[in-house]
């Protein structure tokens, strides 16, 4: 839906029930998203987002917009708190309202062979590094495949999912996470590294035009990660380079070894003691020296 199609509304005031049945406007360190204007600024101009969703609640954005696949892509779901949220390996979590950015958005790459659709969870993680970085004045950077991070600690994790004939991404960034809400010791928030803004507003609106800019670029390549300068630019930007892994492999295997390379296809190589090996899928785990020696 576009901006104008919304029914009149008083001014910042969030659409759907406020989560636990409270007030959006009882915590003021964590005031709701402006849906209305958010819709008005980023939709209905010939671009790619066809509608800005924003609920106070839902189980999960990614389901949301997986039910809805045969629709035309643009649709982004934002919910200020998710009851049933998702990571990969389907690891549940969740985070108090209104203290991050919990979104999914629905792409439908058609000009892209199926085969390159595994660089659109790393594209749209240069999109959320690149603008977050930008906005809030921090060194954001990327932790294969689908982790934002700053310093060693996690800011923010991706999902992406077929549906029908398209791929839905969810995105969840901590914003004003004070320490003793953090699902892991491991994880932060823009609040804790002293941001220069906790203001989800222009973090989302800058989200979302970073990848609607990257995504164009690489479909118009034709899906190419280096011609289009995803390739690079999620080189650049990656802080699993370089370093010494734990690559929990899903058959059950583990590999061990150092990280060198991104391929063509999106996947990180790791020069293990039986050389480079190539991996699509897994979790990994950067290794510290002292985790290392213990091996």
């Given amino acids: 839906m576009t901006g104008a199609s919304h029914p009149p509304q008083p001014p910042h005031e969030p659409t759907g029930t406020p989560p636990a049945g409270g007030s ?39 389901a949301d917009l997986a039910a809805r696949a045969a629709e035309p892509e643009g649709l982004v779901r934002v919910a200020e708190y998710q009851s049933a949220g998702r ?45 977050t970085s930008r906005v809030a004045g921090l060194d954001v950077r990327l932790k294969w495949p ?6 060693d600690r996690k800011l923010a994790g991706i999902l992406a999912e077929r549906a029908g004939d398209g791929v839905v991404v969810g995105i969840g960034l901590n914003v004003t996470l004070a320490a003793d809400e953090l699902p892991v010791p491991t994880a932060t928030s823009l609040g804790l590294e002293n941001s220069i803004t ?4 222009p973090l989302l609106r800058a989200l979302l035009r970073d990848l609607e800019a990257w995504y164009t670029r690489w479909r118009e390549a034709g899906g190419d990660a280096r011609s289009s300068g995803l390739h690079s630019a999620y080189t650049a930007a990656c802080a699993t380079l370089g370093r010494r892994v734990r690559v929990e492999l899903p058959a059950g295997r583990t590999l061990i070894g150092t990280a060198t390379a991104i391929d063509n296809d999106g996947r990180v190589v790791v020069e293990g003691t039986h050389g480079p090996e190539a991996v699509g899928a897994g979790d990994v785990i950067h290794v510290r020296p002292a985790d290392d020696v213990q091996m």
């Fill in 198 to 201: 906790t203001d989800r507003d």
């Fill in 24 to 62: 959006p406007w009882t915590d003021l360190e964590r005031p709701p998203l402006r849906g209305r204007e958010l819709d008005h600024a980023l939709t209905g101009h010939g671009g790619l987002w066809r509608e800005i969703d924003v609920v106070a609640e839902t189980g999960s954005t990614n």
């Fill in 87 to 131: 990571g990969r390996l389907d690891r549940a979590w969740t985070a108090p309202p209104r203290s991050g950015l919990f979104l999914s958005v629905l792409l439908r790459p058609t000009e892209v062979p199926v085969a390159q659709w595994g660089w659109l969870p790393l594209l749209v993680g240069v999109a959320a590094a690149e603008s």
């Fill in 146 to 151: 689908n982790d934002l991070l700053i310093g």
